[in-house]
């Protein structure tokens, strides 16, 4: 399974973005999908993850209400749809494949991130 994530830019405060991640390769269905980010000086976090096949989800938290999951399974690719920004979700996003999981241990496939910046 490969990874290609996409849509990442620079935006006002309170503007909107939607990542994308493409995945390649036919094992792909058998994997959870999640979203992390890491800004700058910080550890990496995680954001929000869904299954392939049940289509079910868990978001962060800090980005609940703001940020929502989603996936096509027509084109293999998990988006994330990213509400009212902020200046501290600035950061590089990272799409993962591995378990349903919070913790980026379990993940065993990584994309190359895509960055988001959002300006005050």
């Known amino acids: 399974v490969q990874l290609v994530e996409s849509g990442g830019g620079l935006v006002q405060t309170g503007g909107s973005l939607r990542l994308s991640c493409a995945a390649s390769g036919r094992t792909v269905s058998r994997y959870a999908m999640g979203w992390f980010r890491q800004a700058p000086g910080k550890e990496r976090e995680f954001v929000a993850v869904i299954r392939w096949r049940a289509g079910s989800t868990y978001v962060a938290d800090s980005v609940k209400g703001r940020f929502t999951i989603s996936k096509d399974n027509a084109k293999n690719t998990v988006y994330l749809q990213m509400n009212s920004l902020e200046p501290e979700d600035t950061a590089v996003y990272y799409c993962?494949?591995?378990?349903?999981?919070?913790?980026?241990?379990?993940?065993?496939?990584w994309g190359q991130g895509t960055q988001v910046t959002v300006s005050a």
């Open positions: 993962a494949a591995g378990l349903f999981s919070t913790t980026e241990t379990e993940y065993d496939i």
